[in-house]
């Protein structure tokens, strides 16, 4: 159809225009990523690129919903415009915390909400299919449920993002998956959401793969995982498909693992769940002898080979 085509093209060359102006800017307000012990760069490099990935993203939707405001498609513009503005919340918090710094807590406060906000909207997990094909009703579990998938998919993305190219690459499998999953369940909102990241992350993958000139930032990763997490919801979680809540657990199975590994090795060592360390899945394919690249291209293969099995799972029910 004309709305997808649109919409991944808008974004693409939104984001691939809007980069390098972006780029000029970071540098401007020192806005860098300064290389230390933890980080494998060597040189200090521009990070905002949420902020190229966010202009892509927003004109492509709302030229999407323009478009099917014309010619009579619908959609479910209130959970659209949801999602935009806890995507915006969160886009903003991570523009503060590449500039000046925030603490985790604080951005784990601001990530709580931004889905809260989206909950108004009617995004949430309020039913899960059963293999019986009915549903149960979660009733007062919704906010829980709906808090620790969105917050924990926003984080997720967040910690996975220490390579060129890395959080990009694996947001631009998982959402084209998604993409095909909302298509088999006749959610074009979601669709078009996810193909709009599609576009946009590929956009900005010209700019972020090895060797890479700018970085997703804090501004990038927050907002990638929340819309990522929430528009799984509406496409995914919110329908009666009976693998309902494999699918999407399998198409974003790569950072899921890194970050319950993540969680639970800081436990056990006594450390804040939250404190950075170096022993991602990422790190330890460095240690192992891969170059950045080839780490890269590695965690993309194990998404690529995740996210068709979710979607052949997803197709024949």
Known sequence: ?????????????????????????????????????????????????????????????????VLAYLTGIKLKPQMLLGLMLGGTILMGVGVVADVRGLKPMTKLLWQIAATILVMLFGVEINFISNPLNGIWAIGIFALPLTLLWVVGITNALNLIDGLDGLAAGVTAISAMTLFFVALRTHQIGAAILMLALVGATLGFLRYNFFPASIFLGDSGSLFLGFILATSSIIGVLKTTLVVALVVPVLILGVPIFDTLFAIGRRLKEGKHPFEADDRHIHHLLLRAGFNQREAVLAIYAACFILSFIALVMALQR
């Open 1 to 65: 159809m004309l709305i997808y085509l649109l919409t991944f093209l808008l974004a693409f060359v939104v984001t691939y225009f809007t980069t390098p102006v972006v780029k000029v800017l970071a540098a401007k307000i020192n806005a860098v990523d300064v290389p230390n012990g933890r980080k494998v760069h060597a040189f200090p490099v521009p990070r905002l690129g949420g902020v190229a990935i966010y202009a892509g993203f927003v004109a492509a939707v709302v030229s999407a919903m």
